[in-house]
């Protein structure tokens, strides 16, 4: 079974990775600014430029994701 939402939310990436190692966790640890959605976060730091009308629907910005946000792969609790 694949998770599809998030499992956790954590303050720091080092209780982030106590989680993932006690359950032997694979997946994706990524980090999410606050107070702000990722598709404007994106926008204002430059990392995205809509260019098409469609990238201002809400069936596009609910789905939005960014490789530029910091994240880390684990496989089996362990960093990959």
Do not use: C, N
């Not at 966790?25 to 999410?32: A, C, E, Q, S, V």
């Not at 976060?41 to 490789?67: C, D, M, N, R």
């Amino acid at each position: 079974m694949k998770g599809r939402f998030s499992s956790g939310v954590f303050s720091s990436r080092q209780s982030a990775e106590q989680f993932i190692a006690k359950h032997s966790l694979t997946g994706i640890l990524t980090k999410y600014p606050l107070d702000m959605g990722v598709y404007d976060w994106a926008l204002q730091s430059g990392y995205f430029v809509a260019t098409k009308p469609q990238h201002s629907t809400s069936e596009f910005i609910q789905a939005f994701t960014t490789a530029s946000q910091e994240h880390y792969h684990y496989e089996s609790g362990k960093l990959d």
